[in-house]
């Protein structure tokens, strides 16, 4: 890495957490300039997340979305797998959550939270993915996965009902058949299976996964974040069915009058030049979203 490169590690773990009995996991932040690592490490249980590590989500992601100088969001497990979803002994606890969480309890407020992230989210998905790990890698932006990954959505092998959440966002990308086909038989499915019936954006050699995926986020941190995140926010309402989506559109008209972004993009385009686009935020503009 280079030297100019700073590399910043938190730990979204107490040792609170730990002496009262909640296990080993934790969620790990990583930051490399624009971009931010939120890796899932508990690789001694496959990355099997404990309900702390589910309750961490939302705060993790609330401090990044403030942060400006973080423009894109990598989402991956320690030690050469993704997920093994949610740690079994806890699982109950885990979906029925606090009497104030919604349905799906815990592992729904932290996919609805990363769901929600209004940055650019890559899943960054080697080995296997499946349950609540897959909930979270469906509720990223964009999945790229190893070519030996595995993806499975198993709770038919566990007689639990998968969260609505994760039912819905299934089908919006795969489809009804093989949103059944998936949940019904709780399979595990290879990774170019995967990637042909929708559930991922590509797929790499296991060697190259860490370069590709760099390269991506870099890509999307180097675009202007003002349409990154308009275009995000509105494909999301469209695939949702909102009836709001009219409002929406309109906010983000009038908001390229409030944006820098369009006159650096056609200067720097007419100039031949790389743009250094200067928005950072909606709260730096004159609305609010």
């Not at 009995?21 to 404990?50: F, M």
């Amino acid at each position: 890495m280079k030297a100019e490169v700073l590399r910043h590690i938190d730990a979204v773990n107490t040792p609170s957490a730990r002496e009262q009995g909640q296990g080993p996991g934790r969620l790990r932040i990583e930051r490399e300039g624009p971009i931010a690592r939120l890796v899932i490490d508990n690789p001694g249980r496959r990355n099997a997340l404990s309900r702390h590590m589910w309750q961490s989500f939302a705060p993790a992601l609330a401090g990044l979305e403030r942060d400006p100088d973080i423009k894109v969001l990598i989402v991956q497990g320690a030690g050469g797998t993704f997920s093994a979803g949610a740690d079994i002994r806890e699982v109950e606890a885990i979906l029925r959550g606090d009497s104030e969480t919604s349905e799906g309890g815990d592992l729904t407020v932290a996919e609805e939270a990363l769901a929600g992230f209004r940055k650019p989210t890559i899943a960054a998905i080697d080995g296997h993915c499946v349950g609540g790990g897959w909930e979270l890698a469906g509720a990223c932006d964009l999945r790229v996965a190893t070519e030996d990954a595995m993806i499975g959505i198993t709770p038919a092998r566990l007689g639990i009902v998968y969260p609505f959440s994760g039912i819905a966002r299934l089908v919006r990308l795969v489809g009804p058949a093989t949103a059944k086909r998936l949940l019904l038989t709780g399979d595990l499915i290879t990774a170019p299976e995967a990637q042909r019936a929708g559930l991922l954006s590509a797929t790499v050699p296991r060697a190259t996964l860490r370069h590709e995926v760099d390269g991506l986020a870099h890509r999307l941190a180097d675009g202007s974040q003002f349409s990154a995140w308009a275009h995000k926010s509105l494909i999301d309402e469209i695939a949702a069915g909102s009836h709001g989506l009219a409002e929406l559109s309109s906010y983000w008209q009038r908001e390229m009058a409030h944006s820098p972004d369009a006159a650096i993009g056609v200067s720097a385009f007419l100039a031949k030049e790389r743009p250094a686009f200067a928005w950072r935020g909606p709260w730096s503009s004159a609305a609010q979203i």
